[in-house]
């Protein structure tokens, strides 16, 4: 088993893009919108574009990729990532039921086709989308050594693992990083191992949704969270979603932040969470509002 690299944290922007809003699943930019909001992103020291191939029902790459061949943004300027397994239910695909796909052949098309989407002859990142039932740790190995060797991908990676499952691919073929659901509001990667893993093995930990539900939901748990708030914004001088990803960005894995959002004004406030150094009570008191107790 070759050596895992070490290597990504310096390779990836701080805070990454997530794409996944971009095209039909949101706001349905153009080409001319996609290039610019690019641009913006670089000029913001966001290098780095998180992507799956089922963003948009298959169709977000295609656009990204016609967007970023208008942009004038050279290839090495900027990091690309994407993911492949998860076989959708949309108009783009025949299927009858949502499923996964992790056969050697399938994960070498997809890489294929993202590369041909993306209009790159690389990938930086290239993860399994969410575990299944049935992935086989040697297939797996084999198709990622294939494309590893073609120079298609760079580096390889999962998302939405738990410990045991990164470590059942890790059986055969090492394991760069993991993207999972972690955020103030979405705290259960702090407790089961998953932040765990990432840190013990040197592995880049990715948070997805790293806002959580704080500006999507009004109950009880955002209640306790906005009066914690109300003072920390004040000490900080930040704001809630610069505290929320100042949070996130205290944890000893080194999470990289995935923000979905496509506001400059919002792109640009992630980009300076990253110089607020909370203090240990204050990310503590944070947590207690989210988790309505004292820690144990």
């Known amino acids: ?25 949101g706001k349905n930019f153009s080409r001319a919108e996609m290039a610019s909001l690019m641009r913006y992103c ?15 029902g298959y169709t977000n790459e295609a656009d990204f990729g016609e967007a970023f061949a208008d942009s004038g ?24 039921i949502k499923h996964y796909d992790y056969s050697k052949e399938y994960i070498v098309w997809s890489a294929e086709t993202s590369l041909k989407h993306l209009k790159t002859d690389y990938l930086d990142l290239f993860l399994l989308h969410r575990p299944s039932p049935l992935m086989q740790p040697e297939e797996v190995a084999e198709a990622i050594e294939t494309l590893r060797k073609q120079g298609k991908i760079q580096h390889f990676g999962l998302s939405n693992f738990t410990p045991s ?3 059942l691919i890790e059986s055969a073929i090492p394991v760069a990083g993991n993207q999972v659901e972690v955020s103030l ?30 500006f999507r939901e009004q109950d009880d748990k955002q209640a306790r969270i ?5 003072r920390l914004t004040e000490k900080y001088r930040a704001s809630e979603l610069q505290l929320l990803l100042a949070w996130l960005l205290k944890h000893p894995a080194y999470i990289f932040p995935v923000v979905g959002t496509t506001d400059r004004e919002r792109l640009t ?27 144990p």
């Open 1 to 25: 088993m070759k050596q895992k690299p070490t290597n990504l944290r310096k390779m990836f922007s701080r805070i990454i893009a997530g794409t996944m809003t971009w095209g039909s699943w």
């Open 42 to 56: 670089l000029e913001q020291g966001i290098t780095t574009f998180d992507h799956a191939d089922i963003y948009g």
């Open 73 to 96: 943004i050279s290839r090495d300027k900027i990091q690309l990532i994407t993911k492949c397994g998860i076989q959708y239910v949309c108009e783009a695909r025949d299927n009858r």
């Open 165 to 167: 499952q990164v470590a």
């Open 185 to 214: 509001t979405a705290n259960d990667a702090l407790y089961d191992g998953t932040l765990d893993d990432c840190l013990a093995h040197q592995r880049l930990a990715m948070a997805w949704s790293p806002l959580g539900s704080y």
């Open 226 to 230: 906005r009066l914690v708030m109300e």
């Open 269 to 295: 406030a992630c980009i300076t969470a990253a110089g607020i150094a909370l203090e240990t009570e204050d990310w503590f008191e944070l947590l207690t509002a989210s988790q309505g107790h004292k820690v």
